[in-house]
């Protein structure tokens, strides 16, 4: 495939990822404060009924709230450091701020995870110990709430995309087609509700098995709800753990910037990976041809890197010790380690070549663990 074609088809698929509009300040207060009363209310009830299952409802609107409330913890952060209006320009306001709602979502799961876990266990003490607990009832005031949720839900949908959809996006970047499975898991709360309600309220089943229906479908819903969380929790941890992107193929990337780039005779030390999902960095070590090739390349490298979706891009030049060097005749790595330093295991160019001078690169952890897959990440 050309040069041009396969640049053309990464560019156009990275725009294609991020095609979607940010949602506006006063839409996600006005949703917060619309799922703050339902939750509120849904506590109250689920007190009142009794009802194990409204009781795990409120629990992942709790889960919504937080997320929401981080993402304008977030925003407030990320405007500060970009030095907007107000902002505080300390040391301490790092770009590492952007990733609060990557930690917040996480926090967010282990909150939730650990409150149904709770809610599981009081729903097996309600079924070994039925006859000594007050069951559910009221069912037709827990029906009337779930009129509310899902008119709440619906604001959320039309101002945000739906609650799902929300936090997929603070850790995935492609929530395109998942839409489906976001609105099943905002209302999958609901569904189970509505179920159980219904059979104790128009007696569906007989009055001695009335007692387990909440119990038992509310383990269902616990089970059903954390299950749906797993992707976002993988996600997660994928970012803050600084893997390589899953769209990108260093391999590639190598490969296509030395076939556009004639001046330029060797990359290594190519490291990729994710500060949040619409950001992507990347560092490199490339060897140019001279100086001046790389004073009338080096702006077009970056610009390039930039239309790839790397927007956090360190590249540190190299030069031969003589010019006019092929890419076969240069040496892949000019910076090379001090004398008797051990770092030989940690070099990538030391993969790359069987070189007698031994280079010297930190790599964290995870850089390290990466150059197995160094495949290099175009997106796929």
């Given at each position: 495939?050309?040069?041009?074609?396969?640049?053309?088809?990464?560019?156009?698929?990275?725009?294609?990822?991020?095609?979607?509009?940010?949602?506006?300040?006063g839409?996600?207060?006005?949703?917060l404060?619309?799922?703050?009363?339902?939750?509120?209310?849904?506590?109250?009830?689920?007190?009142?009924?009794?009802?194990?299952?409204?009781?795990?409802?409120?629990?992942?609107?709790?889960?919504?709230?937080?997320?929401?409330?981080?993402?304008?913890?977030?925003?407030?952060?990320?405007?500060?450091?970009?030095?907007?209006?107000?902002?505080?320009?300390?040391?301490?306001?790092?770009?590492?701020?952007?990733?609060?709602?990557?930690?917040?979502?996480?926090?967010?799961?282990?909150?939730?995870?650990?409150?149904?876990?709770?809610?599981?266990?009081?729903?097996?003490?309600?079924?070994f110990?039925?006859?000594h607990?007050?069951?559910?009832?009221?069912?037709?005031?827990?029906?009337?709430?779930?009129?509310?949720?899902?008119?709440?839900?619906?604001?959320?949908?039309?101002?945000?995309?739906?609650?799902?959809?929300?936090?997929?996006?603070?850790?995935?970047?492609?929530?395109?087609?998942?839409?489906?499975?976001?609105?099943?898991?905002?209302?999958?709360?609901?569904?189970?509700?509505?179920?159980?309600?219904?059979?104790?309220?128009?007696?569906m089943?007989v009055?001695?098995?009335?007692?387990?229906?909440?119990?038992?479908?509310?383990?269902?819903?616990?089970?059903?709800?954390?299950?749906?969380?797993?992707?976002?929790?993988?996600?997660?941890?994928?970012?803050?753990?600084?893997?390589?992107?899953?769209?990108?193929?260093?391999?590639?990337?190598?490969?296509?910037?030395?076939?556009?780039?004639p001046?330029?005779?060797?990359?290594?030390?190519?490291?990729?990976w994710?500060?949040?999902?619409?950001?992507?960095?990347?560092?490199?070590?490339?060897?140019?041809?001279?100086?001046?090739?790389?004073?009338?390349?080096?702006?077009?490298?970056?610009?390039?890197?930039?239309?790839?979706?790397?927007?956090?891009?360190?590249?540190?030049?190299?030069?031969?010790?003589?010019?006019?060097?092929?890419?076969?005749?240069?040496?892949?790595?000019?910076?090379?380690?001090?004398?008797?330093?051990?770092?030989?295991?940690?070099s990538?160019?030391?993969?790359?070549?069987?070189?007698?001078e031994?280079?010297?690169?930190?790599?964290?952890?995870?850089?390290?663990?990466?150059?197995?897959?160094?495949?290099?990440?175009?997106?796929?």
């Amino acid at each position: 495939m050309p040069t041009s074609v396969l640049e053309y088809d990464l560019i156009q698929k990275r725009r294609k990822l991020g095609d979607e509009k940010v949602v506006g300040w006063g839409l996600i207060v006005t949703v917060l404060v619309f799922t703050l009363a339902a939750t509120a209310a849904e506590l109250v009830l689920a007190q009142i009924t009794h009802c194990i299952s409204l009781l795990v409802l409120s629990y992942q609107n709790m889960y919504n709230v937080l997320t929401l409330l981080m993402t304008l913890v977030s925003r407030t952060k990320g405007s500060n450091l970009a030095g907007c209006k107000g902002g505080d320009s300390g040391l301490g306001n790092t770009f590492g701020w952007r990733r609060m709602e990557v930690v917040g979502s996480i926090g967010s799961l282990v909150f939730l995870f650990s409150l149904c876990f709770a809610t599981f266990i009081e729903a097996l003490q309600t079924i070994f110990h039925n006859e000594h607990l007050d069951t559910m009832h009221h069912a037709d005031w827990i029906m009337i709430a779930l009129g509310g949720q899902v008119a709440v839900w619906g604001l959320a949908y039309l101002a945000i995309g739906g609650y799902s959809h929300h936090q997929a996006r603070a850790v995935r970047e492609d929530t395109l087609g998942t839409q489906v499975a976001n609105i099943g898991r905002d209302l999958i709360g609901v569904l189970f509700t509505f179920t159980i309600c219904s059979a104790i309220h128009f007696k569906m089943i007989v009055a001695e098995y009335s007692n387990y229906i909440d119990p038992i479908m509310s383990m269902v819903y616990i089970i059903t709800l954390i299950w749906t969380c797993v992707p976002l929790v993988r996600a997660s941890c994928l970012i803050l753990l600084q893997t390589i992107p899953g769209n990108v193929d260093v391999t590639l990337l190598k490969q296509f910037i030395l076939q556009k780039f004639p001046g330029i005779l060797a990359l290594h030390e190519v490291h990729v990976w994710t500060l949040t999902p619409s950001d992507m960095v990347l560092t490199a070590h490339i060897t140019y041809q001279n100086r001046n090739v790389y004073t009338e390349i080096h702006t077009q490298v970056e610009t390039f890197f930039n239309s790839q979706g790397f927007s956090k891009i360190t590249i540190q030049p190299e030069f031969p010790e003589s010019e006019n060097l092929t890419r076969q005749d240069s040496p892949r790595c000019t910076l090379t380690c001090p004398h008797g330093a051990n770092c030989t295991e940690k070099s990538c160019c030391n993969e790359e070549q069987n070189h007698p001078e031994e280079e010297c690169c930190e790599h964290s952890e995870e850089e390290h663990s990466g150059h197995a897959e160094e495949a290099t990440t175009f997106l796929e």
